[in-house]
DNA sequence: TATAATACTTACTTACTAATAAGTAAAAAA
DNA sequence: TTTTTTACTTATTAGTAAGTAAGTATTATA
C-alpha cells in the first residue's frame, strides 16, 4: 500500500532541499535520499526520473519561497531594519541545521551543474539581490538606513557577509557570523 | 622513460589545486588528473596513495603559501589599503580562473572531508583571518584605515564580501564583484 | 656490474552512481 | 465491476569512483 505520492514526492523534495544545502548537489544520491524514507532508489527516480529534474524542483520551489518573502516584506510595516534582521535570522538558522543557503550551494557546483538550471539559479539570485536591495532602499529613504554604496552594492555586500558567514561558522564556529551579524546590523544605523 | 617524479607530483597537486577550487573536492576524480598528464589512474595512486592525502597536501601547501604571504605583508612598506588591495586582486583573479578560494571550497564540502583534513582547514582559515586582521589594525594605528568594528570582525567582513563575491559572480556576472572590491576598498578610506 | 629503488603501467576489485525495464498491488475512474 | 492509473518494487545495466596487486622499465647506488 503506497503513501500518497504527492506526500513521498514532497518529502523527497524536502530531503533533496536539506540534503543540497548540507553536502552539495554532487555529494548526495538517490539512494541517500530513499534510504531516509524507507523506499528504493527507483522510487525517486519514479517521481524526479533525473538528478536534474530534482535540482530543477528545489530550485524553483526556492523561487517561489523567496517570491512570497518578497511580497510578505513589501506588505510588511515592519521597521526597515527588522527586515534585514529577518534575513539574518534565516542564514543563522542555516548554521543550526549544518546547512549553507542554497545560493552558495549551487555556485560552489555551479560548473558542474546541467545547463538547464544554471538560468533558474541567475533568476532566484537576482530575485533575492533585488529584495534585499527594495528593502534596502525603502529604509533609507525613509530616514530608517544609512549606507553610502547604491542599493544594489549594499545588498551585494551584505547577502555576501551572510552567505560566507554561514559557511565560515562551518570552520570557525557560530561566534564569527554573530559578530559579522552584529556588525552588518550596526552599520546600517549609522 | 618516467618524468622525474617530483615534476609529476607537483603537477598532481598543481592540478588538484586547480580541480578543487573549480569544481570542488567531491566533483574530481583521479581519472581526471590522470588525463590531463597523460599518466595513469594508478600513477597518481603512486603519489597519493589515497585521495584524502591529496587534499591534505593541497591544504598544506595553502598554508605555506599564506605563511609567506603574511611574513611578505609584514615586512612590506606598501600602504595598507594597497595590502588589503593586494587581497583583493587574488580574489579578483579566482574569477578569470573560474574558480572560488579553496576556502569557500572546503567550506560547502565540509560535512563530506576526511576527519583529519578538517582540523588543518581550520587553521588555514585563521591564518587568513589573523594575517587580515593583522594589516587591518596597524593600518588603523597609522592613521591609514577607518572602521568601527575590531580588526577580527572587520576581517571577517571584507573575507566573507570578497569569498562569496567570488562565489556570485559565477552566476551574476564579474561585474557584482567589482562594485564589491570598489565599496570596501572605499569604506576603508573614511 | 649487480642490486635496489623509483616511477610508473597493466589489470583488476569493490563499491557506488544515475538510470531503466518489467512487474505488482492498491486506488480511482469508467 | 472492469479498466486504467498511480505508486511503487525487483532486478538489472552501464558507467565511474577510489583503491590495489603485480609487473616493468629506467635510474641511482653499492
Redesign the pocket.
Known sequence: ??????D??QEILSIARDLLKKVGYNA?????ISKQL??????V???Y????DLLADIVNTYIEDYKQLESGLAHSTLPAIDKVSVFADRYAHLIDLQSICIIGSVASDFYTLPEAVKDRVILLTNLVLGMVANVLEKGRTNGELFFAEDARTKALLIMTNLAAGVQLARITGKKDFESIRTALIAQLKK
Chains 1, 2 share one sequence.
Do not use: L, V
Not at 548526495?28 to 541517500?32: I, K, L, M, P, R
Not at 524507507?38 to 522510487?43: G, V
Not at 526520473?49 to 536534474?52: A, I, L, Q, S
Open positions: 500500500m503506497p503513501a500518497k505520492s504527492t513521498t514526492k548526495f544520491s538517490y539512494s541517500d524507507n523506499i528504493k532508489n527507483a522510487a527516480h519514479y517521481h526520473p533525473t538528478k536534474e
